[in-house]
């Protein structure tokens, strides 16, 4: 799959010391059925945070990266990409600030041992938590010769991997795009802003 270019590559932005990971809200903010969905969806100007149990993954890589909001603004990111990605007890949060005060959009999927599951992930994430091991991870690589369809700029920083696992995720991000995001047990829940997924 070929990505939007939502998040591009840009050489000496970010210096990459976060444990590489990926999972992200493809629904915030917007409607959606039950089941698997097509996403993808622009830089808002507001981050949000997304947690998981534990996240399991195929096809990994990471580097650095520029995003821009919607006011043309750019944001230095590390981009992630995950081919496959499974995700137990998966929390997505955002919070706005709106005339009325604060609002805040909770969503949660992937409970009672029947995961979410996500596909051609892409995100750009500026913070990360939680206990993470690779299988056969490559460190110090070219970020153009990554081993997933998404690449980076030559010369740039990167880092790749067949498998990651992580337990007890904690994420902050900007954006997320996805060729599908299937969320089992979707529940969407306005709330008073007080508080997100962590």
Not at 25 to 51: D, E, K, Y
Not at 55 to 63: I, R
Not at 174 to 180: G, I, R
Request: proline share 2%.
């Amino acid at each position: 799959m070929k990505f939007r270019n939502l998040l591009r590559s840009r050489a000496g932005r970010i210096t990459l010391t976060a444990i590489p990971v990926g999972i992200a809200s493809a629904v915030l903010m917007t409607g959606v059925a039950q089941g698997a969905v097509p996403v993808s969806f622009a830089v808002s100007g507001s981050q949000f945070q997304i947690s998981a149990s534990k996240l399991e993954g195929t096809g990994f890589s990471q580097y650095a990266g520029v995003t821009k909001d919607t006011a043309g603004k750019e944001h230095s990111v590390a981009i992630a990409n995950i081919k496959s990605a499974t995700l137990a007890d998966l929390c997505q949060s955002v919070i706005t600030d709106t005339p009325l005060g604060k609002v805040g959009v909770l969503i949660k999927a992937g409970g009672g041992g029947k995961p979410a599951s996500a596909s051609d992930l892409q995100i750009g994430m500026t913070g990360l938590k939680g206990d993470s091991s690779f299988g056969n991870i490559r460190i110090g690589v070219d970020a153009s010769t990554v081993n997933t369809a998404a690449k980076g700029s030559a010369g740039d920083f990167a880092q790749d991997a067949d498998t990651v696992t992580i337990s007890n995720l904690e994420q902050t991000a900007w954006s997320t795009q996805a060729s599908v995001f299937t969320l089992t047990g979707m529940t969407l829940q306005l709330t008073d802003g007080s508080k997100g997924c962590f």
